[in-house]
């Protein structure tokens, strides 16, 4: 450091600006992380209390780049990377504990549809590109159901902050570059070069907020101005000699008005553009009223040691407690905890936030080994970050090989599926359960569903005016040995994976027609769909028309609900418009529903309860066995509920493969492996069919 550097940095230096430890500066980090916390719990609001987090943080780190600057410190790239590894030596270790606690949590408890978008998410976390990842994936920052918000979402704030940590050296840096070569006053040029700075910032962030507020709440650069007004203050508070009754009003007024910001101003709709000023105006006072102590002011309250001890353990106290909400509340449902569930977790975050801050934060800071050179800070930064990727990566790989070409050909052997009931062995062969896993893989079981291919309009089939999507010719034959229809809802559809191989292995021409959520019965009977009640005459009249030689539909509908204990029922209309068709002519097969139930067994497996659910439907034969017969020409029925729920027990994997895609679809993988007796059903059927006419 040079002498007449030091010169002419205490010329312009200002009394009282040496660095001291604040409490009440504690205190009011203790007092923001408490608002964003309560509110979250509580009140499923947005407390303004981030706002403060950002101004203060701006408002510490201006004080030293100042201080430097002042005594005729070069900010050079070496003494910046030395500031940032400092600074991320002591957020990035607990940030990637958290992260990779969540990621653990997801899977365990959260359902398959959702690790991919975890993985990303967390990854942008370590990146500390959160909030860019949140606004491009349209993250709603308000939703009302926690429950269903991503445990990761509040880092969007920590990301914003890290890239302001990464910003505002480089923006002192040049400034002071400035001010050496021009031989400025350092607090004057700083605070014009950072009110310029913010100014712009603020006129972007009130113009963005009221084009698009969702999009500004995760812009840095709209909250850009929050960093300056914090580092403004760090510049003014020193010099400023404000009467002692004057600095007591502005404390109390401040405290109060920051505790109130959530309650009073529509967060929700006017951050951070107008809105954001009331928190960040009200931590301005409550920082200058504590620049020097006063008998009477707000700063004897945030100095109590219960405060301070609480803002150091504050950043680990904003990291748990959100993921902490929302997988309670993934387990224990609802949108929002309750009050006592709210003061209990409040504890368990408080607790969580002082062991991770004795036993990781602290030591790690204090450890030798990385803080002796900056290479082995920045060596020690990047393994942390690393760690979180990697994990991405082998979760990813191995998701990839349970879902390969070896797992799917050696499937036969280890997972039977519906093949190991009907040769007479448990719902998990011996040798094959615990060991095999269960297929398709989770990732792939929320999505296993038939997909039908080749619409109708554009094989040139006249459809007598059906919705679009909802009829396809997936088994085209110009001359087949009979002609198939499919009609009916999803749970027609499920079985369309072995329907389909049977028509290509037997030449049939197949048409499908499915509307999901509807029954091929009367419009009065699909009253709760205005669409279902347009559909149901249209797909009975296209059938009446086309006379195929087979039409394959649903004849039981089946129930959770308690007002039907039995589990199933018919649906009125359905009996009238299967006689209908078969005096046509057509042979019709009904199949018996498969069970339905109040949660899948995904969840059920997720939440670690017993997954063995009893046949909601009723025991005995099958309700459409009473149709078969010479009242009922033409018509046969099939059930395939014995290798869905083998001895009356439905478990979520029938042979190591999954039954349930949820709660009441079964899955293609599983439908695939019945194909052999779903065959001989269907033809047993066929059978009863025209043996009735005979």
């Known amino acids: 450091m040079n002498t007449s550097a030091t010169r002419r940095g205490s010329r312009h230096a200002v009394p009282g600006a040496a660095r001291r430890f604040r409490p009440d500066i504690q205190g009011l980090r203790a007092v923001a992380v408490l608002l964003v916390a309560s509110y979250h719990f509580w009140f499923g609001r947005v407390s303004g209390g981030v706002d403060v987090f950002l101004m203060v943080s701006a408002f510490l780190m201006a004080g030293s780049f100042a201080r430097r600057i002042e005594s005729g410190e070069a900010l050079t790239l070496r003494v910046l990377i030395g500031h940032w590894v400092r600074v991320f030596q002591r957020i990035v270790p607990l940030c990637v504990l958290t992260v990779l606690g969540v990621l653990l949590a997801t899977r365990l408890w959260y359902p398959p549809s959702r690790w991919h978008e975890m993985m990303s998410e967390a990854v942008s976390v370590v990146l500390y590109w959160n909030n860019w990842f949140s606004a491009a994936t349209d993250v709603d920052y308000y939703a009302t159901d926690t429950s269903l918000a991503s445990p990761l979402r509040h880092f969007w704030s920590l990301s914003v902050q890290g890239q302001i940590f990464i910003l505002w050296p480089i923006l002192f840096a040049v400034a002071g570059w400035v001010i050496g070569r021009r031989r400025l006053p350092v607090r004057s040029t700083l605070s014009a070069w950072f009110g ?60 109060g008005a920051i505790v109130a910001c959530g309650f ?70 609802g949108e929002k905890a309750t009050p006592w569930a709210g003061l209990g977790l409040l504890g368990v975050s408080i607790l969580a936030a002082a062991v991770l801050t004795a036993a990781v934060e602290t030591p790690l800071r204090r450890w030798a080994w990385p803080n002796a050179t900056r290479r082995r800070g920045l060596a020690w930064c990047a393994a942390m970050i690393a760690v979180v990727p990697a994990t991405v990566v082998g979760w990813n790989q191995y998701i990839s090989y349970m879902t390969g070409p070896y797992v799917v050909q050696n499937a036969a052997q280890k997972n039977p599926g519906a093949q190991a009931v009907a040769a007479g062995a448990a719902a998990s062969p011996p040798g094959q359960g615990p060991s095999a896993k269960e297929l398709p893989y989770p990732t792939q079981r929320v999505e296993d569903l038939y997909s039908g291919e080749a619409s109708c309009e554009s094989e040139g089939i006249e459809t007598d005016g059906l919705e679009d999507g909802t009829c396809f010719h997936p088994v085209r034959n110009d001359q087949p040995s009979a002609t198939v229809m499919a ?56 059938v009446l028309d086309r006379r195929p030689d087979l039409l394959f539909t649903q004849g039981t509908a089946s129930t959770y609900t308690r ?56 025991a005995g034969t099958n309700p459409l066995e009473e149709w078969v017969g010479p009242s009922h020409p033409g018509f046969g029925t099939m059930d395939m509920n014995d290798l869905i729920c083998p001895h009356g027990v439905c478990s979520p994997s029938v042979g190591n493969v999954y039954t349930y895609v949820d709660d009441n679809h079964l899955t293609a993988t599983f439908v695939a492996t019945t194909q052999h007796v779903f065959e001989e059903r269907l033809d047993r059927a066929i059978d009863q069919a025209r043996a009735a006419r005979a």
């Open 487 to 542: 009609v009916g809802n999803s749970h027609t559809e499920q079985w369309l994976t072995a329907l389909s191989t049977t028509a290509e292995r037997r030449g049939w021409d197949l048409i499908i027609v499915i509307k999901h959520g509807c029954f091929l019965t009367t419009p009065e009977d699909n009253s709760f769909d205005e669409t279902c009640q347009e559909w149901a005459p249209q797909a009975q009249q296209l």
């Open 563 to 618: 007002d039907r204990a039995e589990g199933e029922y018919i649906r009125p209309g359905t009996e009238d418009f299967l006689a209908r068709v078969a005096q046509e002519g057509t042979d019709v097969v009904a199949f018996r529903d498969n069970p339905r139930f109040e949660e899948s067994h995904e969840k059920c497996e997720r939440l670690g309860s017993a997954c063995d659910f009893p046949n909601p439907i009723r």
């Open 264 to 333: 009073v101003l529509d967060v929700e709709g006017a951050f951070p553009g107008w809105g954001a000023l009331w928190p960040t105006v009200a931590a301005s006072c409550v920082i200058v009223s504590g620049q020097r102590p006063t008998r009477w002011g707000v700063e004897r309250l945030l100095s109590l040691r219960p405060l301070v001890w609480l803002g150091g353990r504050s950043y680990a106290l904003y990291l748990v407690h959100w993921p902490l909400l929302v997988f309670y509340l993934v387990f224990r449902g």
């Open 196 to 255: 310029i700075i913010g100014g712009a910032s603020f006129v972007f962030s009130v113009l963005y907020t009221a084009a698009d507020q969702e999009g500004a709440y995760f812009n840095t650069w709209a909250r850009a101005w929050e960093f300056a007004l914090g580092t403004l203050v760090a510049f003014a508070a020193p010099a400023l000699r404000l009467p002692e009754w004057l600095r007591t009003v502005m404390g109390w007024l401040g405290l």
